[in-house]
């Protein structure tokens, strides 16, 4: 491996065609998301299908972890979507059958002269790919198992999550006061669906600023206490009630069990 590559620098930015033959960019693919890169030596290896297999038989803890994977293989396109389809993935597969990242890489598995692939790598990188983590699949063994990947995606996604840890000082300020910045997600809403903090002291600027249109349906639980719940207003009950009663008795009795 290039003697560059390695936790904490930069990874580069390939765009090869995927599965489908759209040219994908890595940094497209992986968004503001950490990525699982895997470097593959193709359809033809076992060992490939069965490090493939566990992934897609976990992808869905990845998925909703907000976790990006991409396997880039030397096979050709037809041979590709073999691959994948046999491994069930779900997520992208690019080809490079012109060997360009195993050559800028220096990773090419001379000792399988007939397939020429590259030294298989599973990489975990963060937003921007940057490396976090190398290994190195040459040997089954030097593959990461899912839970190698969780405890190494638990540690980036620490360092890359502002609200990693919502007790963290200053966030519930910042949440308070409308500043969505460091919220996964809420940072990327529009206003008109912003939330309204269900916890306000009396007379937050927050709450008049946050969602307007909303602010018909909440009321203050005790307008005599400074540090008032918010609540949203709920149907009368007492109207339903009398719904029960137009139709019958409120309570209902019970029924005669039948003979």
């Known amino acids: 491996m290039r003697s560059d590559i390695i936790p904490g620098n930069v990874f580069p930015d390939y765009a090869l065609p995927d599965h489908t033959g759209t040219i994908r960019r890595l940094s497209e693919l992986q968004g503001r998301d950490p990525l699982i890169l895997t470097l593959a030596r193709g359809n033809y290896c076992p060992k490939e299908h069965q490090q493939h297999l566990e992934l897609a038989a976990h992808y869905p803890k990845i998925n909703v972890a907000y976790t990006q994977i991409v396997t880039i293989a030397t096979d050709d396109h037809h041979t590709l979507q073999e691959f ?34 590259m030294i298989p790598h599973t990489l975990v990188l963060k ?9 190195n699949g040459y040997w089954f063994w030097g593959r990461p198992s899912f839970y190698d990947l969780w405890h190494d995606l638990r540690a980036a ?51 008049m600023s946050a969602a307007p249109s909303r602010q018909r349906s909440w009321r203050r639980a005790r307008s005599d206490d400074p540090w008032s719940t918010v609540v949203p207003a709920l149907p009368s009950v007492r109207g339903a009630h009398r719904r029960l009663a137009h139709r019958g008795s409120w309570p209902p009795a019970p029924r005669r069990p039948s003979r």
């Open 127 to 135: 937003p921007g790919l940057i490396i976090h983590s190398i290994y």
């Open 157 to 207: 996604t620490a360092e890359i999550r502002p609200d990693w840890d919502l007790s963290t000082p200053g966030l519930r300020e910042a949440w308070d006061a409308g500043d969505y910045s460091k919220f996964h997600g809420w940072d990327q809403r529009s206003a008109e669906s912003m939330p309204t903090s269900l916890w306000l002291p009396q007379g937050s600027p927050s709450l």
């Open 84 to 117: 994948r389809n046999s491994v069930g993935a779900q997520w992208p597969f690019l080809s490079d059958p012109g060997r360009t990242v195993q050559q800028e890489l220096d990773i090419q598995e001379y000792t399988d002269p007939e397939h020429n692939p």
